[in-house]
């Protein structure tokens, strides 16, 4: 049904931390935690390390801005004006 390993991460943290959600977050967040270092990285030799790190961020922000951009709040417009502080520090 599942491919193979598809849920050891989230069995792992769960074993770690009980079932919370954070448990089941941790595995998303490190995830994207290591997308935007490896986008960092690979981007980093050809645009120089200010605008890699920017290009990290903007790529770790993706998965955020989908999210909110689902939700019927005004919390989109801090999770846009959140994005532009990391983008702009």
């Known amino acids: 049904m ?15 931390f009980s079932s919370t959600n954070m448990s089941f977050r941790l595995p998303q967040f490190l995830g994207l935690v290591c997308l935007m270092w490896l986008c960092q990285k690979v981007i980093g030799d050809r645009l120089g390390l200010w605008k890699s790190w920017l290009f990290g961020f903007s790529i770790g922000t993706i998965p955020l ?3 909110v951009g689902t939700l019927a709040e005004q919390s989109i417009w801090s999770a846009f004006i ?8």
């Open 2 to 16: 599942h491919p193979a390993f598809r849920l050891f991460p989230l069995w792992l943290s769960s074993s770690i």
């Open 65 to 67: 801005l989908w999210h």
């Open 82 to 89: 959140w994005v532009l502080l990391l983008l702009s520090i």
